[in-house]
Antibody, heavy 130, light 107 residues
Framework: QLQLQESGPGLVKPSETLSLTCTVS??????????WGWIRQPPGKGLEWIGS???????YYNPSLKSRVTISVDTSKNLFSLNLSSVTAADTAVYYC??????????????????????WGKGTTVTVSS | DIQMTQSPSSLSASVGDRVTITCQAS??????LSWYQQKPGKAPKLLIY???NLETGVPSRFSGSGSGTDFTFTISSLQPEDIATYYC?????????FGQGTRLEIK
């Protein structure tokens, strides 16, 4: 059974970089059928997609966070990571990693990607405070 | 960005009631919409994908419909364990956005 586990510091200082890792067990991150992603949820608020990555390293980011986000993958260790730079209190949230399932379509000579989260980690709380 | 407008933001219903939540996309997303259930302190759980497909293992009282810009999520007979917050999510070409959520309570 596929499991995802987030890990990383629970407290980050303002202006520093938030770094989290998602370790995948019970399945290979190199499967061609899935993307992998990060989602966050500020206290008492809704869900926000941060970005997604394919095992080859192709990435897609939320435009509102794109300038500060880097997602990377390490297939040898079966994990992927999130770096969010220049954090502020507004980045305080529960951070989830997830597997994305779906399909890629070819339309008019272009690829289109339709993937949704089907397996989630339990989440890790990150607080930004000095 | 594609905006998702979900309503109502909260809902109170009795056990056995039929419950309906709607989600409207700011542009055509075809069938590329999913629904999630989130209980307090837990990660979201996938219930419906591609607007109307029930995820394996999810009770059949949950259903979804719609296409284009207008979508509906229905619980045919509310059970006590269905108390949660429900989110719609569109996934058009990996530009993913969520609705604001609907908090469902027992009356």
């Amino acid at each position: 059974q596929l499991q995802l586990q987030e890990s990383g510091p629970g407290l980050v200082k303002p202006s520093e970089t938030l770094s989290l890792t998602c370790t995948v067990s019970g399945g290979s991150i190199s499967s061609s059928n899935y993307y992998w992603g990060w989602i966050r949820q500020p206290p008492g608020k809704g869900l926000e997609w941060i970005g997604s990555i394919y095992y080859s390293g192709s990435t897609y980011y939320n435009p509102s966070l794109k300038s500060r986000v880097t997602i990377s993958v390490d297939t040898s260790k079966n994990l992927f990571s999130l770096n969010l730079s220049s954090v502020t209190a507004a980045d305080t949230a529960v951070y989830y990693c997830a597997r994305l399932r779906g399909h890629t379509a070819m339309l008019f000579g272009r690829h289109y990607y339709y993937y949704y989260m089907d397996v989630w980690g339990k989440g890790t709380t990150v607080t930004v405070s000095s | 960005d594609i905006q998702m407008t979900q309503s109502p933001s909260s809902l109170s219903a009795s056990v056995g009631d039929r419950v309906t939540i709607t989600c409207q996309a700011s542009q055509d997303i075809s069938k590329y919409l999913s629904w999630y259930q989130q209980k307090p302190g837990k990660a979201p759980k996938l219930l419906i994908y591609d607007a109307s497909n029930l995820e394996t293992g999810v009770p059949s009282r949950f259903s979804g419909s719609g296409s284009g810009t207008d979508f509906t999520f229905t619980i045919s007979s509310l059970q006590p364990e269905d108390i949660a917050t429900y989110y719609c999510q569109q996934y058009d070409n990996l530009r993913i956005t969520f609705g604001q959520g609907t908090r469902l309570e027992i009356k």
